[in-house]
């Protein structure tokens, strides 16, 4: 999608420092890390957010969960635990509407999700 920034970053067009990369799917370290590690995957194909999926995005859904525990394990957050976040739509604060999966660990995360 031409004004996406996450399609901007997929096709090298913005910089960034890749993690993981398949035939569905980038990882790459946030700008902002609110963690040690703080990497989001991102399906390579655009779609704006969980509340855009549907049956048709279901290999690509897959694809980034599996990509999801793939960072982990290259990350080392296996033994100690990681969690994975995906804001959509304003009341969770998403900033960029393309579905993406934020991969945090590192150290202890709170309890608070809210
Ligand atoms: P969200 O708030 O869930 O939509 O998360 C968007 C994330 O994207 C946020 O944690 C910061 C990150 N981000 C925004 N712009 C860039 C960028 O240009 N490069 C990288 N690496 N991350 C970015």
């Known amino acids: 999608m031409n004004n996406c920034l996450f399609c901007k970053i997929i096709a090298g067009d913005i910089p960034s420092t890749k993690v ?3 035939e569905k799917v980038y990882a790459f ?3 902002n890390p ?3 590690t703080h990497v989001l995957v991102i399906p390579k ?3 704006t957010g969980m509340s855009g999926i549907d049956e048709a995005d279901d290999a690509t859904l897959a694809a980034c969960l599996r990509a999801c525990k793939k960072v982990a394990e290259l990350e080392g957050l296996t033994e ?3 969690r994975v976040v995906s804001n959509c739509g304003d009341h969770a604060c ?3 509407h393309h579905l993406h999966f934020h991969v945090l660990g590192g150290h202890q995360l709170t309890e608070n999700m809210a």
Do not use: T
């Open 20 to 22: 993981y990369e398949d």
């Open 29 to 31: 370290r946030d700008i």
């Open 34 to 36: 609110q963690a040690p």
């Open 45 to 47: 194909q655009h779609v």
């Open 80 to 82: 100690n635990g990681f």
């Open 94 to 96: 998403q900033s960029v």
